[in-house]
């Protein structure tokens, strides 16, 4: 990619910046690849040194859920104010189970998209190549298991 941005760069290749304010003039850019966190916890086991919630210590997380789907219509508005028109957005996401309650976010995202302006052209689906499941997961399933994530193909108009 000609420009590439994150929140705490690794790479001195990278621009330091939050996606919900980029440096970026307005309609610039014709095309966004965004793969932003996907999980939200304020559990004890993220202090814990086990192999618990090793997704969650891994990868950037979010307090609630409410935070997290907050940062995505944030993030969705930047990316309208930057994209071009007929400018193509890709946004990889996850559906989860948390606390026994199902997100399905990709269906969040798309409609959260679709308000500002975006129409979603396309939808592929990545299954895993690895599955990491802590054992507190396997005694406690109540829903179907998430092996997979979304590249949702929006097109601004």
Same mark, same amino acid.
């Given at each position: 990619p000609k420009f590439k941005s994150d929140i705490l760069p690794l790479y001195d290749d990278v621009i330091e910046? +939050?996606?919900?304010? $980029?440096? /970026?003039?307005?309609?610039?850019?014709?095309?966004?690849? /965004? +793969?932003?966190?996907? $999980?939200?916890?304020? #559990?004890?086991? $993220?202090?814990?040194?086990?192999?618990?919630?090793?997704?969650?210590?891994? /990868?950037? !997380? /979010?307090?609630t859920e409410k935070e997290l789907f907050k940062f995505y219509d944030d993030s969705l508005n930047e990316f309208y104010r930057i994209l071009r028109r007929? #400018? !193509?957005?890709?946004f990889k996401c996850q559906d989860k189970t948390s606390s026994?309650?199902?997100?399905?976010?990709?269906?969040?995202i798309i409609n959260s998209a679709e308000?500002?302006?975006?129409?979603?052209? +396309?939808?592929?689906? $990545?299954l895993a190549k690895s599955r990491i499941v802590a054992e507190w997961q396997i005694k406690n399933q109540k829903h179907a298991r998430k092996f997979h994530s979304y590249f949702v193909v929006f097109i601004k108009k």
């Amino acid at each position: 990619p000609k420009f590439k941005s994150d929140i705490l760069p690794l790479y001195d290749d990278v621009i330091e910046a +939050d996606c919900r304010n $980029l440096p /970026f003039e307005n309609n610039s850019l014709s095309c966004i690849m /965004f +793969d932003p966190p996907f $999980l939200a916890t304020k #559990g004890s086991s $993220l202090k814990k040194d086990d192999n618990n919630n090793f997704i969650n210590k891994r /990868f950037s !997380v /979010f307090p609630t859920e409410k935070e997290l789907f907050k940062f995505y219509d944030d993030s969705l508005n930047e990316f309208y104010r930057i994209l071009r028109r007929d #400018g !193509v957005l890709i946004f990889k996401c996850q559906d989860k189970t948390s606390s026994g309650k199902q997100y399905l976010s990709h269906i969040k995202i798309i409609n959260s998209a679709e308000r500002l302006g975006f129409i979603a052209e +396309d939808l592929f689906i $990545l299954l895993a190549k690895s599955r990491i499941v802590a054992e507190w997961q396997i005694k406690n399933q109540k829903h179907a298991r998430k092996f997979h994530s979304y590249f949702v193909v929006f097109i601004k108009k």
